[in-house]
Every structure is written in C-alpha cells, then in structure tokens.
Nanobody
C-alpha cells in the first residue's frame, strides 16, 4: 500500500510562487512513476506533470510547461512541485499520485494511489 500526503497549499497572488510537497511511503519513488494532478470546481481532474521512477525524467502538461517544475528526493521519499508565475486559472485542489506503470503519462486512470489533496488559490 502506498500512502501519499500533500502539503504546502495556500493563497498566493497572481504572479507569485508556491511549492507543494508530497510525502510518500518508503521506496515509493524507486518503484513508481509519480504525478501531480489538479482539479478545479466543476472541472475534470487535469494532469500537471510527472516524474519517472528514480527521478530520471519529467513530463508536463501544456498549461504549466515552463512555469512548474517537479523534483524528487528519493532519500527522503518526497516529491515537490515548484510553481511560479501563478495565474488565477491555476486555482485548484492539487493531488499527488503514484502509478505502477512505467509511462502512465497524463492518463489519470493509470495512477492507482492518490493523496488527499491540497488547496491552491491564486488571487488576481
């Protein structure tokens, strides 16, 4: 069983930055592809980005490419999402997820484990 816990959400002004963290069960990052998703009220869950096993590479959704960066610390079993140049449309609940597939990409159905989510609100 993989347990994921997000933290770091909050309220930030447009143009600002915020860093989210995801704490995972031991050895999760060496065995799973890790992803970030977000869901705004009334909308479907949206792929933000993913980092491959052991942090060998990253992949981002078009809406955040160039503004968001995913990193992982395998020794500490944590993953981070550094968000910069935030926009009001980035407002959502952000979820950390883990997939046993090697290349799940943006397919939400291929992520078996999910955190409880953390709220990010960007004011204009």
């Amino acid at each position: 069983q993989v347990r994921l816990v997000e933290s770091g959400g909050g309220l930030v002004q447009a143009g600002g930055s915020l860093r989210l963290s995801c704490a995972a069960s031991a050895s999760t990052f060496s065995s799973y592809t890790m992803g970030w998703f977000r869901q705004a009220p009334g909308k479907e869950r949206e792929f933000v980005g993913a980092i491959w096993r052991a942090g060998v590479g990253t992949y981002y959704g078009d809406s955040v490419k160039g503004r968001f960066t995913i990193s992982s610390d395998n020794a500490k079993n944590t993953m981070s999402l550094q968000m910069t140049s935030l926009k009001p449309e980035d407002t959502a609940v952000y979820y950390c997820a883990a997939s046993s597939y090697y290349t799940p990409g943006p397919n939400v159905r291929l992520y078996e484990y999910w955190g409880q989510g953390t709220q990010v609100t960007v004011s204009s």
